[in-house]
């Protein structure tokens, strides 16, 4: 159901960037190196466009999303 891949997408985009913003702190905290920072950022950015790509594929249903949020 489109709703449904359109839900679990808001949650891999939320997740992704809680992760990339968390990075942040772990640098600022010392538990994590700049290198390593760059490392996961670049993933996400070439996860990013997969996840573009991944999510054009969706095709909307007759089903309609009560809250409104999918229209």
Known sequence: LY????ENASIIRKNAQY???STNG???DG??????RQV????IDKFRELFKH??????KDEFEDEWGLFI
């Open 19 to 21: 992760i990339k913003i």
């Open 54 to 59: 991944w999510v054009s594929t969706f095709e």
């Open 31 to 36: 538990l994590m190196t700049e290198e390593h």
């Open 3 to 6: 709703t449904i891949r359109m």
């Open 26 to 28: 772990f640098l600022a």
């Open 40 to 43: 996961i950022r670049d993933e």
